[in-house]
């Protein structure tokens, strides 16, 4: 089938073919992740610099990846809507506020070296029928954390020298922890979360009452679980068990941690 055709299709769908295209914004994102990457490779200029522009741009657009995975199959699933929303075009800025979905994510990832799950794709879920598409709306996204997380460590279990490139092998073992913490935090059965969206289509209609209640806390109560130590060291405890599992080297992302605080000197 050639473009036109696809093109055709998609507007019989009531949707434009440019709700499909990727937005300037995130061919931005694309562009520094490639061209920090570059640098920090040949180590151009200041490279903590370029780690920090490696790891912050290729999270974002892993960010933008998670919730485009979301719209993808909530549309397969029924839900047209997404692609008037703009949930399709790649663009940050459609899936929250800029707060919620840039600047918080990269201020949790600076300071705490944590993937915290960034936007929210709305879906009109009485558009789509049955609970298993629901539940597979839901898991979309984390399971695009977990397909990149096993990319990431692909160079090091087969060998790579880092020690030649050792600032860049740094960062994209950082950018493999965060999209680790990332799965791990998104499957956490918290209402409002993924995980949670995942189970509450298969509650009994009290519990789901329930769930649903709680749900738009559901940012509020992971903090909470996370700032207890007991809970916080089971969750760091479980990253470093799935990170030594997958051959992710913890002093690899312990160092571009350490590179991406360019400011600390």
């Known amino acids: 089938m050639n473009f036109d055709q696809r093109g055709r299709d998609r507007l019989v769908l009531g949707v434009p073919p440019e709700a499909f295209r990727p937005s300037p ?17 040949n180590g151009f200029g200041n490279v903590r610099l370029d780690v920090f522009l490696f790891v912050v741009s290729g999270w974002l657009v892993s960010l933008c990846l998670h919730e485009y995975a979301h719209a993808v199959v909530a549309f397969r699933a029924g839900d047209r809507g997404v692609a008037h929303r703009g949930y399709l075009t790649l663009n940050p800025l459609k899936y929250s506020h800029p707060l919620l979905s840039i600047i918080l994510p990269v201020v949790v990832v600076l300071l705490g070296g944590i993937g915290l799950p960034g936007g929210a794709v709305w879906v009109d879920r009485h558009e789509i029928p049955g609970r298993l598409r629901h539940s597979l709306v839901s898991l979309a996204g984390p399971a695009t954390n977990v397909i990149f997380a096993l990319l990431l460590v692909v160079p090091f279990a087969v060998g790579v020298d880092v020690f030649a490139r050792p600032e860049f092998w740094s960062g994209v073992a950082l950018l493999a922890f965060l999209q680790v913490t990332a799965s791990l935090l998104n499957l956490l059965p918290v209402p409002g979360l993924d995980g949670g969206n995942v189970i509450q289509p298969w509650l009994n209609p009290q519990w789901r009452r329930g769930y649903d209640l709680m749900a738009p806390y559901g940012f509020l109560l992971l903090f909470a679980l996370l ?20 051959g992710l080297p913890d002093y690899l992302y312990a160092e571009g941690l350490r590179l991406i605080r360019f400011w600390q000197g």
């Open 227 to 246: 700032w207890n130590p007991r809970i916080g060291g089971w969750f760091f405890d479980g990253v470093f068990a799935v990170g030594d599992l997958i």
């Open 25 to 41: 914004i995130f061919l931005a994102l694309v562009a520094l992740f490639v061209t920090s990457g570059a640098m920090a490779w």
